[in-house]
């Protein structure tokens, strides 16, 4: 089965920029997606098609796409921030989503 | 605003079946899709499949396959899932969130709902 692969864990200290990948064979011909979730809580949407970023989003997250690999990238990281990162996608049929392990992102 | 609203936590022991609710409102019901996302504790997500609110439509993960169904009512704009068969390892907490097709995000997402399977 398909699967996209993230780091388990990124430290930055506040006001750094933090990046976040995920690779999967699928993702030059698919779209991805960047989920923020933070404890107890439901996911949020933060980046989506690759780069897209949704309203009442902050402008310090960005994504991007370079073949196998996406990026999320937070620049000037804040407190706030701390949580885990998902990334999104489907298989290279788009019949099946799949999520990637998600990334714990510290703030020292 | 849009709101996905969900049933509330259930235990169920194992070989039983449970059935979670998510009731939309603050747009059209069937111009979007439900999928129906779970999360084991301390785990990561896990994408269960996707329901076409305008037709009916499904595509369910593979490892589902025979033990889930769901199910839309458009005229209570609600959405359901229904797994079968409960395990141990299907305990979780069962997310849907709005999707309107193949190429869209999930941009809104219900509050979660906890399932406990134990005997």
């Given at each position: 089965?398909?699967?996209?692969?993230?780091?388990?864990?990124?430290?930055?200290?506040?006001?750094?920029?933090?990046?976040?990948?995920?690779?999967?064979?699928?993702?030059?011909?698919?779209?991805?997606?960047?989920?923020?979730?933070?404890?107890?809580?439901?996911?949020?949407?933060?980046?989506?098609?690759?780069?897209?970023?949704?309203?009442?989003?902050?402008?310090?997250?960005?994504?991007?796409?370079?073949?196998?690999?996406?990026?999320?990238?937070?620049?000037?990281?804040?407190?706030?921030?701390?949580?885990?990162?998902?990334?999104?996608?489907?298989?290279?049929?788009?019949?099946?989503?799949?999520?990637?392990?998600?990334?714990?992102?510290?703030?020292? | 605003?849009?709101?996905?609203?969900?049933?509330?936590?259930?235990?169920?022991?194992?070989?039983?079946?449970?059935?979670?609710?998510?009731?939309?409102?603050?747009?059209?019901?069937?111009?979007?899709?439900?999928?129906?996302?779970?999360?084991?504790?301390?785990?990561?997500?896990?994408w269960m499949g996707w329901i076409s609110a305008y037709n009916g439509n499904t595509n369910y993960a593979q490892k589902l396959?025979?033990?889930?169904?769901?199910?839309?009512?458009?005229?209570?704009?609600?959405?359901?899932?229904?797994?079968?068969?409960?395990?141990?390892?299907?305990?979780?907490?069962?997310?849907?969130?709005?999707?309107?097709?193949?190429?869209?995000?999930?941009?809104?997402?219900?509050?979660?709902?906890?399932?406990?399977?134990?005997?």
């Amino acid at each position: 089965s398909y699967e996209l692969t993230q780091p388990p864990s990124v430290s930055v200290s506040p006001g750094q920029t933090a990046r976040i990948t995920c690779s999967g064979d699928a993702l030059p011909k698919q779209y991805a997606y960047w989920y923020q979730q933070k404890p107890g809580q439901a996911p949020v949407l933060v980046i989506y098609k690759d780069s897209e970023r949704p309203s009442g989003i902050p402008e310090r997250f960005s994504g991007s796409s370079s073949g196998t690999t996406v990026t999320l990238t937070i620049s000037g990281v804040q407190a706030e921030d701390e949580a885990d990162y998902y990334c999104q996608s489907a298989d290279s049929s788009g019949t099946y989503e799949v999520f990637g392990g998600g990334t714990k992102l510290t703030v020292l | 605003q849009v709101q996905l609203v969900q049933s509330g936590a259930e235990v169920k022991k194992p070989g039983a079946s449970v059935k979670v609710s998510c009731k939309a409102s603050g747009y059209t019901f069937t111009s979007y899709g439900i999928s129906w996302v779970r999360q084991a504790p301390g785990q990561g997500l896990e994408w269960m499949g996707w329901i076409s609110a305008y037709n009916g439509n499904t595509n369910y993960a593979q490892k589902l396959q025979g033990r889930v169904t769901m199910t839309t009512d458009t005229s209570t704009s609600t959405a359901y899932m229904e797994l079968r068969s409960l395990r141990s390892d299907d305990t979780a907490v069962y997310y849907c969130a709005r999707r309107r097709g193949l190429d869209d995000p999930f941009d809104y997402w219900g509050q979660g709902t906890l399932v406990t399977v134990s005997s």
